[in-house]
T-cell receptor, first 114, second 116 residues
Framework: AQKVTQAQTEISVVEKEDVTLDCVYE???????LFWYKQPPSGELVFLIR??????QNEISGRYSWNFQKSTSSFNFTITASQVVDSAVYFCALSERGGNQFYFGTGTSLTVIP | GAGVSQSPSNKVTEKGKDVELRCDPI?????LYWYRQSLGQGLEFLIYFQGNSAPDKSGLPSDRFSAERTGGSVSTLTIQRTQQEDSAVYLC??????????????FGPGTRLTVL
C-alpha cells in the first residue's frame, strides 16, 4: 500500500492565485516525520519543511503554509499569491521512527501561468 | 563542497553493459542514501549507509544493483548488465546524523541514466 498519496498529479494556476497541494499519509507508528520537498526544473530537490507527529501546529513561512491534521492523516501545503518561480514538482514524504528511509509520494507538478 | 555532488550528470549506455554512478556527500554527513526516480514517478529508496554500520539494502531491486561507500564518504552505485527498465534518474542524498527521522536530507542533482 502506498504510504504517501499525492492525489493531484498536475495543477495549473494563474499567477497570484492561491494553491493547495494535498498529501495523505499512512502509518501505524505514533512517532513519525513528514516532509515537503520542491523539485524545480533544474532537478535538484530542495527541502522545504519537516514536521514531527507530536507537533500539529500549522506553520507559515512567507507565502508558504502547512496544515498538519493527524485526524485525517493529512499534511497539506498552501502557496499564497503564487509566482512563476513556484513552478516545480512538489513531493511529500514520510519517515517513521526507526526507519532508514523516506517514503515519497509521486509528486504534484505545479505550473504557475504568468 | 557546498552540496552533494554526483557524477556523471548524464550517462547513456547499451543494454548489458555495467555502469558506475558516483556520489560525494556533504562533508561531515554520516548518512548517505540512494534513490531512483523514474519518469513521472516518486522517489524509490534503494540503499542507505550510516557510518561504518552495515548498509540497509532493502530497496535494491535486484542483485544487479550494488553500492559501496569508501571511507565513510564517497559512494558508488553499480548496476551490472543494465536493462532498459533501469533508465531513470539516480539521486543521492546525505544527512548530518543517523536516520532520516531527525534530519532533513540534502539531495544531489542526480545522474540521468539512459539504457539503449
Amino acid at each position: 500500500a502506498q504510504k504517501v498519496t499525492q492525489a493531484q498529479t498536475e495543477i495549473s494556476v494563474v499567477e497570484k492565485e492561491d494553491v493547495t497541494l494535498d498529501c495523505v499519509y499512512e502509518t501505524r507508528d505514533t512517532t513519525y516525520y513528514l516532509f515537503w520537498y520542491k523539485q524545480p526544473p533544474s532537478g535538484e530537490l530542495v527541502f522545504l519543511i519537516r514536521r514531527n507527529s507530536f507537533d500539529e501546529q500549522n506553520e507559515i513561512s512567507g507565502r508558504y503554509s502547512w496544515n498538519f491534521q493527524k485526524s485525517t492523516s493529512s499534511f497539506n501545503f498552501t502557496i499564497t499569491a503564487s509566482q512563476v518561480v513556484d513552478s516545480a514538482v512538489y513531493f511529500c514524504a514520510l519517515s517513521e521512527r526507526g526507519g532508514n528511509q523516506f517514503y515519497f509520494g509521486t509528486g504534484t507538478s505545479l505550473t504557475v501561468i504568468p | 563542497g557546498a552540496g552533494v555532488s554526483q557524477s556523471p550528470s548524464n550517462k547513456v549506455t547499451e543494454k548489458g553493459k555495467d555502469v558506475e554512478l558516483r556520489c560525494d556527500p556533504i562533508s561531515g554527513h554520516t548518512a548517505l542514501y540512494w534513490y531512483r526516480q523514474s519518469l513521472g514517478q516518486g522517489l524509490e529508496f534503494l540503499i542507505y549507509f550510516q557510518g561504518n554500520s552495515a548498509p540497509d539494502k532493502s530497496g535494491l531491486p535486484s542483485d544487479r544493483f550494488s553500492a559501496e561507500r569508501t571511507g565513510g564518504s564517497v559512494s558508488t552505485l553499480t548496476i551490472q548488465r543494465t536493462q532498459q527498465e533501469d533508465s531513470a534518474v539516480y539521486l543521492c542524498a546525505s544527512s548530518l546524523t543517523s536516520g532520516p527521522s531527525y534530519n532533513e536530507q540534502f539531495f544531489g542533482p542526480g545522474t540521468r541514466l539512459t539504457v539503449l
